[in-house]
């Protein structure tokens, strides 16, 4: 991964936070940009500890987190009906697309995706 600013996914940021080394080692250095799916999956797991919660709000506080925009619903509708992704992927790599950013992530589902730089973490 060149450059300084990278778009992630939510399964990367999962394995930060678990601790796990090669994910640190690779995003530590970086500017990170999310899409709002992420930040909502990250604080809606069922029974989410306040201990956990508040690491991950303080973790969010640090990266760029991408809303919904016309841009990233019309790109949304492209993606998806294209590669058939399920939505919060769609929208995902659509705000990595509209970002101009590489896209961490672990599914390698988004390896069908043409118009975006994929990165594959393989765990």
């Known amino acids: 991964m060149n450059g300084n600013k990278v778009f992630v996914d ?3 940021l999962i394995y930060f936070l678990q601790g796990e080394q090669d994910v640190i080692d690779m995003i530590s250095d970086k500017d990170l940009a999310i899409s709002f799916i ?3 999956e990250l604080l ?10 508040d690491l991950i709000n303080q ?3 640090e990266c760029t987190i991408i809303d919904i925009n ?9 993606i998806r009906r294209k590669s058939k992704l399920m939505m919060p992927d769609s929208i995902v790599a659509a705000t990595a697309y509209f970002m101009n950013l590489p896209l ?8 069908r995706l043409e118009e975006i730089d994929v990165v594959i973490y393989a765990p």
């Open 70 to 78: 016309r841009k990233i619903k019309d790109l949304t509708i492209g």
């Open 10 to 12: 939510t399964n990367i």
């Open 38 to 40: 992420t930040e909502l």
């Open 104 to 111: 961490l992530t672990a599914d390698k589902q988004f390896e």
């Open 44 to 53: 809606s797991f069922p029974r989410i500890e306040d201990e956990t919660e």
């Open 59 to 61: 973790f969010l506080k």
